[in-house]
């Protein structure tokens, strides 16, 4: 998929809205994909993304959480730790499929199907130009940021 243009779809998202991919043309786009909302993890990668939103903004770059969790759930966890970004709820699995992002995973010794962290940027023209999998949430946005620079 990389360097392929990436499918139009569409999503919930926080603040009653609804995220469609064909609307940030002429933006790069970070879409990083996460397990569970306000688990350790997830809430740090969250964070991190946060404090470097201002940078990315700069660089005319959105940033997206995506998670297979409720709506609800995402605004909790948003206004908890007041992230400036949007999170959307892919409960129905679409980005998630499209993006190859589910894996099974040892869980307390049982086998679950869950999200794999994996970061995805696609740059002003709908081109897929970078991407994560599996990786460790400290220091991740840092590195994210830094590829940015580059397109």
């Not at 770059?61 to 908890?80: C, M, P, Y």
């Not at 970061?119 to 970078?130: E, K, M, N, P, Y």
Request: aromatic share 12%.
């Amino acid at each position: 998929m990389l360097n392929q243009p990436v499918p139009d779809f569409e999503l919930p998202a926080t603040g009653n809205r609804t995220f469609q991919l064909h609307r940030y043309r002429g933006k790069k786009i970070v879409l990083y994909f996460y397990p569970k909302d306000a688990t350790p993890g997830c809430t740090l990668e969250g964070q991190q993304f946060s404090t470097l939103y201002e940078q990315f903004q700069a660089l005319g770059t959105e940033v997206f959480g995506i998670s297979r969790d409720s709506l609800k759930s995402h605004q909790n966890f948003k206004a908890k730790y007041a992230f400036p970004f949007d999170l959307l709820s892919d409960a129905d699995e679409t980005a998630c499929t499209l993006f190859g992002v589910l894996k099974m995973k040892n869980m307390y010794g049982k086998q679950v199907r869950g999200i794999e962290r994996s970061t995805f940027v696609i740059d002003d023209q709908g081109v897929l130009r970078g991407a994560w999998r599996g990786v460790k949430a400290d220091g991740h946005a840092q590195a994210v940021l830094e590829f940015v620079r580059t397109l």
